[in-house]
């Protein structure tokens, strides 16, 4: 067979040499990753085909409804980039298949997972499947495609924009990557021909929106969504250093709040605790726990592990209103903290009295006129600032108006800290008095 020369970026030359059941690149805009893939799944096509193998290239998509939608525009257009690929390749409005007088014959099938999924499962002969814009497949379907593609030699390909580490496709092809998979990041200076268009757009976006400059252009994840309520405080808390390495004072009394969860079935139901100390006027955020389905023993174990850690001697639990509400098994949170109580680990409860309708929002505000008194350690509390950048407005489009805060996996860590955000003002407000007159008035459990 006649040697031909396919330019790609340098960075993925690599990805395409040797045996490998997985390819794929993550990245920012720019980074050439989409039309690479689209180039070298024609490059396989045709091999194959030239070998005389019959068989389809599988692209697929989460969301497609309609051929604008799936990646067909990007394969057409790498083809006919190449001579060579536009010699062995015949494209019509709404196919792509290798030419006739070919030794084999290759077909690009274009589908939606979200959709056609049990159909894809019905498709023999693929040789290779492409997941394009591969972030917000579900594990499901990946549990689903991959033994689909089940020809000997064939292989799985993924390109994606990082959103979060909570994604299935995050967690599949870069936490838990396998020997069999070559997959590298991809961003716009990797690219040899990324355009001079995109440049400017690219220093406009350094300057006009730098909060989401890393995630669009660098391939970070996404820490701003559309509404949300602290993306901006945490950007400027992040830019003046109050995200750094913070001490624990073992001396003080650290303040811990909690947002409760009352369903150890509900996997939407978090129980989640912000440790702080308020050090003069200032709140120092020091760490972050979050768990679902847990027990309370599990709760109070990781709060003790954490006291060890941090050399703490004295907490003061501080619960929101329905402290006294029964958990899904029977147990009163306040009763039990209390009973969970050592010589050990020395720990009060306070319950904050019901802040009425509105409670959400109220914290919300409290927060943003305190957020540049709040300090954050950049590793203990790293998920819990997720969350906060995350915590956003539920919107009604078609009226155009905010309808409060989304409930999602953000609101119970969002929760917590808007507790911490009113309960700092509400001591600020009692600095003159001491602290031990401040206690019972919240209803201190002894």
């Given at each position: 067979m006649a040697r031909h020369k396919?330019?790609?970026?340098?960075?993925?030359?690599?990805?395409?040499?040797?045996?490998?059941?997985?390819?794929?690149?993550?990245?920012?805009?720019?980074?050439?990753?989409?039309?690479?893939?689209?180039?070298?799944?024609?490059?396989?096509?045709?091999?194959?085909?030239?070998?005389?193998?019959?068989?389809?290239?599988?692209?697929?998509?989460?969301?497609?409804?309609?051929?604008?939608e799936s990646s067909m525009a990007e394969v057409k257009a790498a083809i006919l980039s190449d001579p060579w690929l536009s010699d062995g390749w015949e494209i019509g409005e709404k196919y792509i298949r290798t030419k006739d007088g070919i030794a084999g014959r290759v077909d690009f099938k274009f589908a939606g997972l979200r959709h056609n999924l049990d159909s894809i499962k019905s498709k023999a002969s693929i040789i290779l499947c492409w997941v394009d814009e591969a972030e917000p497949v579900a594990e499901e379907a990946w549990i689903k495609?991959?033994?689909?593609?089940?020809?000997?030699g064939s292989e799985i390909w993924v390109t994606w924009n990082p959103e979060t580490k909570r994604s299935a496709t995050h967690k599949r092809f870069r936490e838990n990557a396998t020997p069999d998979m070559k997959i590298v990041e991809l961003n716009w200076r990797d690219n040899p021909w990324f355009p001079d268009v995109l440049d400017e757009e690219r220093k406009r976006d350094r300057i006009a929106r730098p909060e989401q400059y890393d995630h669009i252009w660098e391939g970070a994840f996404a820490t701003v969504i559309e509404g949300a309520y602290y993306a901006?405080?945490?950007?400027?808390?992040?830019?003046?250093?109050?995200?750094?390495?913070?001490?624990?004072?073992?001396?003080?009394?650290?303040?811990?709040?909690?947002?409760?969860?009352?369903s150890s079935s509900d996997k939407a139901d978090a129980y989640a605790m912000w440790p702080t100390q308020m050090i003069n006027r200032q709140m120092n955020w020091l760490g972050y726990y979050e768990s679902i389905g847990q027990s309370l023993?599990?709760?109070?174990?990781?709060?003790?592990?954490?006291?060890?850690?941090?050399?703490?001697?004295?907490?003061?639990?501080?619960?929101?209103?329905?402290?006294?509400?029964?958990?899904?098994?029977?147990?009163?949170?306040?009763?039990?903290?209390?009973?969970?109580?050592t010589p050990e680990f020395d720990w009060s409860i306070r319950i904050v009295p019901n802040q009425g309708k509105g409670a959400a929002m109220q914290r919300i505000q409290t927060a943003h006129r305190h957020f540049n008194a709040f300090w954050f350690d950049a590793e203990g509390t790293e998920p819990g600032r997720e969350a906060l950048m995350h915590y956003h407005e539920r919107r009604d489009d078609d009226r155009g108006i905010g309808l409060g805060p989304e409930h999602d996996w953000s609101s119970h860590g969002s929760d917590?800290?808007?507790?911490?955000?009113?309960?700092?003002?509400?001591?600020?407000s009692?600095?003159?008095?001491?602290?031990?007159?401040?206690?019972?008035?919240?209803?201190?459990?002894?």
């Amino acid at each position: 067979m006649a040697r031909h020369k396919i330019e790609i970026p340098p960075k993925l030359v690599d990805v395409f040499t040797g045996p490998a059941r997985y390819r794929g690149s993550y990245g920012g805009r720019g980074s050439g990753k989409t039309r690479t893939f689209a180039k070298m799944a024609a490059v396989v096509g045709l091999k194959a085909a030239l070998k005389g193998q019959n068989g389809i290239i599988l692209c697929c998509r989460e969301f497609m409804n309609s051929l604008d939608e799936s990646s067909m525009a990007e394969v057409k257009a790498a083809i006919l980039s190449d001579p060579w690929l536009s010699d062995g390749w015949e494209i019509g409005e709404k196919y792509i298949r290798t030419k006739d007088g070919i030794a084999g014959r290759v077909d690009f099938k274009f589908a939606g997972l979200r959709h056609n999924l049990d159909s894809i499962k019905s498709k023999a002969s693929i040789i290779l499947c492409w997941v394009d814009e591969a972030e917000p497949v579900a594990e499901e379907a990946w549990i689903k495609l991959v033994p689909t593609v089940r020809e000997h030699g064939s292989e799985i390909w993924v390109t994606w924009n990082p959103e979060t580490k909570r994604s299935a496709t995050h967690k599949r092809f870069r936490e838990n990557a396998t020997p069999d998979m070559k997959i590298v990041e991809l961003n716009w200076r990797d690219n040899p021909w990324f355009p001079d268009v995109l440049d400017e757009e690219r220093k406009r976006d350094r300057i006009a929106r730098p909060e989401q400059y890393d995630h669009i252009w660098e391939g970070a994840f996404a820490t701003v969504i559309e509404g949300a309520y602290y993306a901006e405080k945490l950007t400027l808390a992040q830019r003046q250093d109050r995200i750094c390495k913070l001490n624990v004072d073992p001396l003080m009394t650290v303040r811990v709040y909690h947002d409760l969860a009352f369903s150890s079935s509900d996997k939407a139901d978090a129980y989640a605790m912000w440790p702080t100390q308020m050090i003069n006027r200032q709140m120092n955020w020091l760490g972050y726990y979050e768990s679902i389905g847990q027990s309370l023993d599990y709760h109070v174990n990781w709060m003790r592990e954490w006291m060890r850690k941090t050399g703490v001697k004295r907490v003061e639990h501080v619960l929101p209103h329905d402290g006294r509400r029964p958990d899904g098994l029977g147990n009163q949170y306040a009763d039990y903290w209390v009973a969970a109580a050592t010589p050990e680990f020395d720990w009060s409860i306070r319950i904050v009295p019901n802040q009425g309708k509105g409670a959400a929002m109220q914290r919300i505000q409290t927060a943003h006129r305190h957020f540049n008194a709040f300090w954050f350690d950049a590793e203990g509390t790293e998920p819990g600032r997720e969350a906060l950048m995350h915590y956003h407005e539920r919107r009604d489009d078609d009226r155009g108006i905010g309808l409060g805060p989304e409930h999602d996996w953000s609101s119970h860590g969002s929760d917590a800290f808007g507790l911490g955000a009113c309960d700092f003002e509400d001591l600020l407000s009692r600095a003159s008095q001491p602290e031990e007159t401040l206690i019972p008035e919240y209803g201190t459990i002894a």
